[in-house]
């Protein structure tokens, strides 16, 4: 059974979105500030994950100072350029998250040594947004996070006051507690040979906001009617937004993490992909 092991790695960039046969408002419906003429920059996080069977001998799936060089090598020729004027591989592809992710893998995946493959590749372009890439040819996974703050109190309508107490104890405070809770929706699809996109990013946040705007400096026991009759548990939450979000994106939606805190964090569905 394969063994999957990951290095993160960095690099920074400057880049557009810009189509030259869509008119100037056409690309800035769609690209929004991303088309600025000059470009702009992240800072990108690479996490590169490897998998295959240990070596009996090293007890490594695969040497990371040797993936270290080799990712690396392929970095070289993004590193602190401009994607669409510096690099071959953006003159006619638009640099988007989901087409840069996929260029990398075509770059990293023939480096590899034999008995190790490519398992996935996940870049940040900020701390909210990110894309994944699992070899599949146009299909990429994105994902995007939110926040919103809500209002609540863990309290089972079932229960005595005093088995409420017992089994949340602090959540249970009678005049409720808060939370900044973040939302990671994660969508995937073909990316669009036009845009480089999975989906597009406005209408993405559009129909999220719909739902967390709702949401958002409420108490959720009061205001949303899905806690009127059960407790308002994250795992609770969570079902109820992946419901809610569901009907609007279909079967493009594929998971959510939803961030209670620091140290609580719930995924549904569980397996992603």
């Not at 990951?6 to 500030?33: C, D, I, M, P």
């Not at 701390?127 to 209002?151: K, V």
């Not at 805190?261 to 995924?267: E, G, H, K, P, R």
């Amino acid at each position: 059974m394969d063994v999957f092991a990951t290095r993160r790695f960095n690099f920074s960039a400057s880049h557009r979105y810009w189509r030259e046969e869509w008119s100037l408002e056409q690309n800035e419906a769609v690209f929004g500030k991303c088309t600025n003429r000059y470009g702009h920059g992240h800072n990108y996080e690479l996490f590169v994950t490897v998998a295959g069977a240990v070596d009996p001998i090293t007890g490594m799936v695969m040497n990371m100072v040797e993936l270290k060089r080799l990712v690396t090598m392929v970095l070289d020729q993004f590193d602190h350029k401009h994607l669409n004027e510096d690099t071959p591989y953006f003159r006619e592809v638009i640099p988007t998250t989901e087409n840069l992710v996929r260029v990398l893998w075509g770059l990293i995946e023939p480096q590899l040594p034999k008995g190790v493959r490519l398992a996935k590749l996940r870049l940040y372009e900020n701390s909210d947004l990110y894309a994944e890439y699992f070899g599949r040819q146009q299909q990429a996974t994105f994902n995007r996070r939110y926040e919103f703050s809500a209002a609540h109190r863990l309290h089972a309508q079932s229960l005595t006051d005093e088995a409420n107490r017992e089994i949340y104890g602090k959540c249970n405070n009678p005049n409720g507690h808060g939370h900044n809770y973040q939302l990671e929706v994660t969508v995937d699809g073909l990316i669009d040979a036009q845009t480089g996109m999975v989906i597009d990013l406005v209408d993405m946040d559009r129909r999220v906001q719909s739902v967390l705007d709702n949401w958002d400096h409420r108490h959720l026991d009061y205001q949303v009617a899905e806690f009127a009759e059960q407790p308002s548990t994250a795992e609770n939450i969570v079902v109820v937004l992946w419901q809610r979000l569901e009907a609007l994106f279909g079967s493009q939606l594929k998971h959510l993490r939803l961030w209670e805190t620091a140290n609580n964090v719930f995924d549904y569905p569980l397996s992603q992909h």
